[in-house]
RNA sequence: UCCAGAGUAGCUCAAUGGUAGAGCACGCGGCUGUUAACCGUGUGGUUGUAGGUUCGAGUCCUACCUCUGGAGCCA
C-alpha cells in the first residue's frame, strides 16, 4: 500500500457539459496524480510520463516481458502496458493476474501493432491488491445469468461497465432536459402515509418489529406509513405552485412480480406542468424520449458501439428512428378497431373497455406501426381516480407510451381540476375523500388545467441499451426474494 | 401468483438406466509484439435439496428450492 493509493482528489471534470465551468478548479492538480485511462487513450501525441491507475483485464507473457491491460472503467477500452523484464516491479509480475488492480507509470509511445493506437511503455509497475485465484470475472463471456450472482464485480465487466457509464450520463440527461426547459426538481418524499392512487402494493415503513399488538398511532409516525409508490401526487402540489416541476427518484412496488421489466425499488421520473393539457403531455413525453435517444447517440457512442455489436444488432437504427420520426398517436377506441381488424390472433380477445394486453401494446407498436406509439383517451373504468374525465363521459384524458421491445414506458394523464368532477371520480372508484383532502385542496384554491406523466427510468434505459432485463440496468436489483447485495 | 423450460467442476456445456467428460478458468512447463494469445501437462464433482422405483439413477417418478422465458400487476 502506501504512495499508491493516496491520490483520491477529485480528477479534472470531463463532461463536455461541464466543460468550462468552475468545477474544473482541481484541473492543474490532474498532472501530480494519475490520469484517467479515458483521456490517455484520446491522447494526439506521445507523452514521456504518464501514470495510470486501474484493474488487470488480462495479462500475456511472451519470453522477456509482458502485457498487460489496464482498465479503471472511465471508457469502454483498456490500455495496453508493454512492460519489460527488468522493469521495477517485474518480479512480481505473476500477482498481475486478471482482476488485480496496479499503477503504472511509462511513457505514451504509438503502438506498433494493430489492435490499439496508443500503448505504455512501462517505467515502473505496482501492485495494490492482488487478485485471489478464485475471482470470477473471466476473459471469456458470461451469461447475465451468472454476473447477476456476483453483482458486486460485474461493474467490472465490459456489459455492466458500458450500462452503468451510460446509466450515469443518461440521468444528467434528464436533469438537463427539464431544466433547459426551465422545470424545477422537486425532491417528494420516500415515505409517505397516503396510499396514493392504488399504484401497487406497499412497502409497509414501521418502528412496531415484534410488536404485533401494537396500534398504528404508536407507530413512529402515528400512522400507517409506507415507502411511496409514486410522487405524482406532491409533484402535482408544486406544479400548482412554481408551473413546471419534474422529480427523478427512487420508487417502490412491493408487488410479486417476475419479469424481464419489473423490479420492487426502481427509479421514476415524474414531470407535472401547470397550465398544460393531454396534448402538451403527449408532446412532452415524446419530445422527451427522442431527447433521450438523442443524447445517448451523442455523448454514449462508444458504449453504444458495444451495445450494438453484441447486446442488440438494430439498436442505432432504432434510436435514429426515434430521433428523426414523429411517434404515432392513436385514440385507445381506434387501437381497439385496429386490433380487432388485424386479422391477428390472440390469446387474449380484443374488447372495449378492457386494458390492452402486452400482446396487443407489442402489435401495435411493433407489428402494425413499427413505431412508439401513444396511445390516448383510455375508458375510465380501468384508469385511476386523479384522470380528467373527457366530455364524453366515458373516457379520460390518459396517455400511454409505448415502445418496440419494452411496451409502456411512460404513463400519464392530464389531471382532473374541476372540484365536483373529482369528488365525483373518487365515488365512482370507491375512495374516500378524507384521505385526499390536500389534493382535493389544490382545486379549491386556484385550480388550473394540468397534466404530466411518470416514466420509468430503467425502461428508458433498456429501450436506449437494448438490455432485455431490468435487473441487468439498475446496479443492485431488488426484485422478490432478492436483495442480496 | 399462473404456464412452460432448465439446474452436472469456479464458468459454459456433454454424457441409450450400466466406470461422470470436454473447453475455458486456475497450477506447472514451453513458445511467441501479444491482444478471448498459443502448445503440453496437472488439479478440480455429495450431478439443486429430500424422498421413491430399480440389481444399478446425472438419466425414470413425487415434493420442494432456485433460475430463465411467457402471462398478470405496472413504470
Redesign the pocket.
Known amino acids: 500500500m502506501g504512495k499508491a493509493v493516496t491520490s483520491h482528489r477529485t480528477p479534472k471534470p470531463t463532461s463536455p457539459l461541464r466543460a468550462n465551468s468552475a468545477f474544473r478548479q482541481h484541473r492543474e492538480l490532474d498532472s501530480l496524480m494519475h490520469t484517467l485511462i479515458k483521456n490517455v487513450l484520446a491522447a494526439t501525441e506521445p507523452k514521456d510520463a504518464v501514470t495510470v491507475k486501474g484493474w488487470v483485464r488480462?495479462r500475456?507473457?511472451?519470453?522477456g516481458?509482458s502485457?498487460l491491460?489496464l482498465n479503471d472503467g472511465s471508457c469502454f477500452g483498456s490500455l495496453?502496458c508493454?512492460v519489460d523484464a527488468g522493469t521495477p516491479g517485474y518480479d512480481g509480475i505473476?500477482h498481475f493476474?486478471?482482476g488485480a488492480s496496479a499503477v503504472i507509470e511509462g511513457k505514451l509511445v504509438a503502438?506498433?501493432?494493430?489492435?490499439?493506437k496508443w500503448?505504455l511503455?512501462a517505467t515502473k509497475i505496482e501492485l495494490i491488491g492482488e487478485a485471489d485465484?478464485?475471482?470470477?470475472l473471466?476473459?471469456?463471456?458470461?451469461?447475465?445469468?451468472?454476473l447477476?450472482?456476483i453483482a458486486h464485480l460485474r461493474p467490472r465487466s465490459n456489459l455492466f461497465g458500458a450500462v452503468f457509464r451510460t446509466r450515469s450520463r443518461l440521468a444528467l440527461a434528464v436533469h438537463e432536459f427539464f431544466q433547459s426547459r426551465d422545470f424545477f426538481y422537486v425532491q417528494t418524499p420516500i415515505i409517505t402515509a397516503s396510499d396514493c392512487e392504488?399504484?401497487?402494493?406497499m412497502f409497509r415503513v414501521t418502528t412496531l418489529m415484534g410488536k404485533p399488538d401494537a396500534k398504528s398511532e404508536a407507530d413512529f409516525f402515528g400512522k400507517p406509513t409506507f415507502l411511496t409508490v409514486?410522487g405524482q401526487l406532491e409533484a402535482e402540489t408544486f406544479a400548482c405552485a412554481l408551473s413546471n416541476v419534474y422529480t427523478f427518484g427512487p420508487?417502490f412496488?412491493a408487488?410479486?412480480?417476475?419479469?424481464?421489466?419489473?423490479?420492487?425499488e426502481?427509479w421514476?421520473i415524474e414531470p407535472e406542468m401547470a397550465f398544460c393539457d393531454l396534448a402538451g403531455d403527449m408532446d412532452l413525453g415524446e419530445e422527451f424520449i427522442k431527447a433521450m435517444a438523442r443524447y445517448a447517440l451523442e455523448h454514449c457512442a462508444e458504449d453504444l458501439a458495444f451495445f450494438s455489436k453484441f447486446v442488440d444488432k438494430g439498436l442505432n437504427e432504432r434510436l435514429k428512428f426515434v430521433v428523426e420520426r414523429p411517434f404515432v398517436r392513436v385514440p385507445y377506441t381506434e387501437a381497439v378497431e385496429i386490433l380487432n381488424k388485424s386479422g391477428k390472433k390472440f390469446?387474449?380477445p380484443v374488447s372495449y373497455g378492457q386494458?390492452l394486453?402486452?400482446?396487443h401494446?407489442?402489435f401495435l407498436t411493433e407489428e402494425h406501426f413499427k413505431s412508439p406509439t401513444t396511445v390516448f383517451n383510455y375508458p375510465r373504468e380501468?384508469k385511476p381516480f386523479y384522470m380528467r374525465l373527457n366530455d364524453d363521459q366515458k373516457t379520460v384524458t390518459a396517455m400511454?407510451v409505448l415502445v418496440p421491445g419494452i411496451?409502456?414506458?411512460?404513463?400519464g394523464a392530464q389531471r382532473e381540476e374541476r372540484p365536483a368532477q373529482l369528488a365525483e371520480n373518487m365515488k365512482f372508484h370507491k375512495l374516500n375523500e378524507q384521505d385526499y383532502w390536500w389534493y382535493a385542496d389544490l382545486r379549491k384554491y386556484g385550480t388550473v388545467p394540468h397534466a404530466g406523466f411518470?416514466?420509468?427510468f430503467?425502461?428508458l434505459l433498456m429501450f436506449l441499451t437494448g438490455v432485455?432485463?431490468?435487473?441487468d440496468v439498475i446496479p443492485f436489483a431488488r426484485?422478490?426474494?432478492?436483495a442480496e447485495f
Request: overall charge negative; aromatic content about 8%; hydrophobic content about 25%.
Open positions: 488480462t500475456r507473457d511472451a519470453k516481458f502485457f491491460e495496453q508493454v505473476a493476474t486478471t503502438s506498433p501493432a494493430q489492435g490499439q500503448e511503455r485465484a478464485s475471482y470470477p473471466q476473459k471469456k463471456g458470461h451469461t447475465l445469468e451468472f447477476r450472482s392504488g399504484a401497487g402494493e409514486s420508487t412496488r408487488e410479486n412480480s417476475n419479469t424481464a421489466r419489473h423490479a420492487a426502481f421514476m390469446e387474449f386494458n394486453q402486452s400482446e401494446e407489442r380501468i400511454d411496451g409502456e414506458v411512460i404513463g411518470g416514466l420509468g430503467e425502461r432485455s432485463n431490468i435487473r426484485t422478490p426474494g432478492n
